[in-house]
């Protein structure tokens, strides 16, 4: 089992920056894809990013494209997602996702095994 835990959400003005952290815990992620998912109220979880176990390959939807940046840092099992210009449109909650069983860059929730219990993110305009 892995557990994943995220933090460094919060309220943040239009323009800003924020850091999210994901820390895994129960056994290394190092293996897996990771990735990060975004819920805003009364609409469907989304796909933000994801990294490949190596770390080389990256993938973002197009809405965060060259404003936001996944990472990971295999030897303290953690995942980043570096989120500038932010937009009133990213606020939601942003979970963090580990995909077990594929060696690609999964888009799809069911494609992802464990999952982080969210961290609120409030752009205010």
């Known amino acids: 089992q892995v557990q994943l835990v995220e933090s460094g959400g919060g309220l943040v003005q239009a323009g800003g920056s924020l850091r999210l952290s994901c820390a895994a815990s129960?056994?290394?992620?190092?293996?897996?894809?990771m990735g990060w998912f975004r819920q805003a109220p009364g609409k469907e979880r989304e796909f933000v990013a994801a990294?490949?176990?190596?770390?080389?390959?990256?993938d973002y939807t197009d809405s965060v494209k060259d404003r936001f940046t996944i990472s990971r840092d295999i030897a303290k099992n953690m995942v980043y997602l570096q989120m500038n210009s932010l937009k009133p449109e990213d606020t939601a909650v942003y979970y963090c996702?580990?995909?077990?069983?594929?060696?690609?860059?999964?888009?799809?929730?069911?494609?992802?095994?464990?999952w982080g219990q969210g961290t609120q993110v409030t752009v205010s305009s």
């Open positions: 996702t580990a995909a077990t069983r594929t060696n690609g860059l999964p888009r799809y929730q069911y494609e992802y095994t464990y």
């Open positions: 990294i490949s176990w190596s770390g080389a390959t990256t």
């Open positions: 129960g056994r290394t992620i190092s293996s897996y894809a």
